[in-house]
């Protein structure tokens, strides 16, 4: 009697662990990475043809194909095609997200990908941004040391934010984010001084103008309306929900 009692212990123990182990291993898949620092180098940059092309999809190809392309290197982007209307399409990497907020989890979060093209005024206006804050990044500053490199570079450097700035997020194969489908919407984005986003009729009931402080935390003087477009670059639909 005791040996089954004994057996029907041990068994119990057994499923126990078995189950505990199960828990841990789920709850391991399911917890969220952390990114609290700057990946390797090596895990930002992609394979220069895919880079040229993940770049192009964030416009319709009657823009894209005429754009100018840029590809990250190891010091910053550069040029990998030469365009012909003034629009530049690059794929932004995770550092262009808002340094501080719910937003900022994905700072250096080395799977992000964000395909945007810039029509010329933003590519004269906005894109300097890019540059510079990548430049920083990959020199080994801080977040904190790129905030004040920036601001020393607007009072200096930074052209004027030029009227009619905007672009274009349209691509299906964004990454922007390691929850759920990876992607948000199409949509595109209108770069103004900052301002009340009641002038725009942003974030009401029904509006489909969003106002994202694009640069949120940073002293970089712009506000970015964004507006569903309603289907990616490739022409298929992407109804998105509106409150």
């Known amino acids: 009697m005791q040996k089954t009692v004994n057996m029907l212990l041990a068994a119990c123990i057994l499923a126990l662990a078995v189950l ?3 828990m841990r291993q789920a709850e ?12 390797p180098l090596e895990q930002y940059l992609m394979d220069r043809t895919a880079e ?20 990250l290197g190891q010091h910053g982007y550069e040029s990998a095609v030469k365009g012909k209307n003034g629009f530049v399409c690059i794929v932004e990497r995770g550092w262009m997200s808002p340094f501080y907020g719910e937003s900022s989890t994905n700072f250096w979060n080395p799977h992000l990908r964000g395909p945007i093209c810039y029509n ?12 510079k804050r990548t430049e920083l990044i990959l020199a ?9 490199a920036l601001k020393g570079f607007m009072k200096q450097e930074l052209p004027p934010l030029e009227p009619g700035a905007m672009s274009y997020m349209m691509s299906k194969e964004q990454y922007l ?3 759920g489908t990876h992607h948000w919407m199409a949509h595109l ?7 009340d986003g009641a002038v725009w009729g942003a974030d009401l009931a029904k ?4 106002l994202n402080p694009q640069f949120g935390g940073a002293p970089e003087p712009i506000d970015v309306f964004m507006i569903p477009a309603g289907f990616w670059s490739d022409g298929t639909a992407d109804p998105p929900a509106m409150n």
């Open 20 to 22: 505990l182990s199960g």
């Open 28 to 39: 391991a898949q399911n917890a969220q990475p952390s990114y609290s620092t700057m990946a």
């Open 52 to 71: 040229i092309a993940l770049a192009r999809s964030a416009a319709p190809v009657a823009i894209s194909r005429d754009a100018d392309v840029l590809v």
């Open 120 to 131: 010329p005024p933003a590519a004269r206006s906005v894109l300097p941004l890019t540059y």
């Open 140 to 148: 080994g500053k801080s977040k904190a040391e790129v905030i004040d």
């Open 177 to 179: 984010s390691d929850e």
């Open 189 to 195: 984005m209108f770069y103004t001084p900052l301002m």
């Open 207 to 210: 509006s489909p103008v969003m």
